[in-house]
Every structure is written in C-alpha cells, then in structure tokens.
C-alpha cells in the first residue's frame, strides 16, 4: 500500500527549497573541488617520484673552496660513490626592455648537464650557441613574462633565450638550502653553452659536486654513514668541504612533493570536517522540522503510525541530499 506521507515531499521541498539547495550546493562544492585537488596532488606526486629514475637525479652534493684533486675525489668514489663536477656561476642578470623591470636578480649558470640532474626543456632546446641561455620556467614565464626569443643581459652582455627548462634538482627555486622560502623572482637557474660558460668570470664559480650511490637501495642510515665517511676521506685529502647536503635534506628536490603530499593530508580532512558538519545542520534541521510538527507527529502515533515509519519519513529528504 502507497504510504500517504510520500505527498508531503513536494510540499516540503518547495516550502524550504532555499535550505535543501543550499546543503546540496556546498556538498557539492565541497567534494568537487577536494576530488579535483586530490586528482591533480596524485598526478604531480606521481611525476616527482618518476623524476630521479627520468632525469638521474643526484643523491646530494658537496662544495668546496678550491676545486678537489683528482685522488681526494678517487679516495670518495672508492665508497661506493659516482662524483660528478657540477660546477656552477652565480651573476647577476638584468632582463632589460624583455622583462617586467625587475631588479637586483641573481642567475645561477650551469654548463650543459650530461650525466645527473638532467634539464627538462618544456619549450625551445638547449644552448649551443656562446650568446645563448635557456632560464627557468617559474622565473621565466610565471613571474616575468618572458618567452623564447627575448634577450637579456648577463654581466653585460646579451643573452637571447632559446629554451624553457626545469632542472630537477631545482624543482622549487632556493638559492640557499637554509631559506625558508623559495625565490622565483628574484633568483634563477640557467643553463648556457659549455663556451658561454667558459667565457663567464670564473672568479664567482662555485666548486659544485653531485654525487650518487651506486646501491640505490641504501636506506636513511646508510647513507649518512657513508657521507660521513666521504667528508673524512676529502679532509684526509686536504680537501676543505663547506657544505654537503644529501637530496633528502634538499629543499630544491623535496620541496614540491613534502607540499604536495601535506596539501593532500589538509585537504583530506577538510572534506571530512565539512561532512561532519553538514551532518550536524542536517540533524539541526530536521529536529527543528520535527518540533515544529510536533502535534502532527502526535496524531499519526495516535492514528497507528509506527515511530521507525515516522523517523524514516523526515530522514528520506535529508538522504537524498546527501
């Protein structure tokens, strides 16, 4: 037998149509933009893990103040280690009538990269000619406005871009490990040819080595225990080391996915506090909706109406929604 109270939806749908829809919009929203967010969180995360197999990431990097001998680099190597020279120049780059009229901005020039922390170039290619440079992505195109055949002037002379890169170890732009922030305005990485680079003040080079196991397997321990022992194979060697991070402790490197992976985790329990909430209006609601037709509800349970009938008749509304 129909049940009669099913006639009261569309009366009660219209006389708080307002309410009805304004839950369903923002559960909607709700969801719609976690699930977006959580979509594209899991592409970029999959990408960044992908990234150190893809573009030979390296496994950390020491500098020092004078370029090591050949035995000292040898005495490293011999524990289980492949040492790369990943020398690099820091001038300063003026992005003349090309740019948005920034200033004081630092550009960090490498040679071409062949072996570990490969450039991925998303347009152009890399340089070849000496008056050629190819600049980050995020500096680039982001904040600056620049596109491919623009010039600009490093140390003076013209520069005219052939190429947008991102290097991978360079995934978010910190010139110094230790900043709590990374700068994409007024900081940059470029890659120039290997006689651009030669033509550069090597007074500012800074001696620059990545280094990667050859066990990719080594856990967090082992690696730090072979690194110390690198640091005093290079002291034995007359080898003055400033600074040596591993690529866990890189904010260039793990800065992108520690964020994706965080935002994840927020936005995760957004959504569940949303929903806890919405579920709280929803009881809220109903109960007021109960108490205003409390006398009704009287006389169906007068009339024989069972309570588990009735409850479920002000819980279907709500359900839907939901």
């Not at 490293?76 to 992005?95: C, H, I, M, Q, S």
């Not at 120039?192 to 680079?197: E, F, N, P, R």
Request: aromatic share 10%; glycine share 6%; net charge negative.
């Amino acid at each position: 037998m129909r049940n009669p109270l099913n006639k009261r939806f569309p009366r009660d749908v219209r006389n708080n149509l307002g309410k009805y829809l304004g839950m369903f919009l923002m559960m909607v929203f709700a969801t719609s933009f976690t699930s977006g967010f959580l979509l594209a969180a899991s592409s970029i995360e999959k990408i960044v893990l992908d990234m150190p197999k893809t573009y030979a990431i390296e496994d950390g990097r020491f500098t020092c103040d004078f370029e090591a001998e050949d035995d000292a680099i040898s005495a490293v190597e011999a524990l289980g280690v492949t040492v790369v020279k990943d020398f690099y120049n820091e001038r300063p780059l003026d992005l003349g009538s090309s740019g948005d009229g920034a200033s004081n901005i630092t550009a960090r020039i490498y040679p071409p990269r062949e072996t570990v922390n490969i450039p991925n170039f998303a347009e152009g290619r890399a340089p070849e000619a000496d008056n050629e440079i190819a600049l980050d992505r995020v500096f680039m195109q982001e904040n600056h406005g620049l596109s491919i055949g623009d010039t600009v002037l490093v140390d003076g002379k013209e520069f005219t871009i052939c190429g947008v890169l991102t290097y991978p170890d360079y995934q978010a732009l910190f010139q110094n490990n230790s900043s709590f922030m990374f700068d994409a305005l007024t900081f940059c990485v470029a890659a120039v040819s290997q006689q651009a680079y030669q033509n550069l003040n090597s007074g500012n080079e800074v001696y620059n080595y990545s280094y990667t196991f050859n066990n990719p397997n080594l856990d967090l321990a082992a690696r730090t225990d072979i690194e110390e022992d690198m640091l005093d194979a290079l002291s034995d060697h007359d080898t003055f080391v400033n600074n040596l991070i591993d690529a866990h402790d890189n904010q260039g490197i793990g800065y992108a996915l520690d964020d994706v992976q965080g935002d994840q985790t927020m936005w995760t329990v957004l959504l569940i506090v949303l929903v806890v909430i919405m579920a709280f209006v929803f009881v809220v609601l109903t109960d007021a909706t109960i108490e205003s037709e409390s006398s009704v509800i009287g006389t169906m349970l007068a009339s024989g109406w069972r309570k588990r009938e009735i409850i479920a008749h002000y819980m279907v509304l709500p359900a839907i929604i939901g």
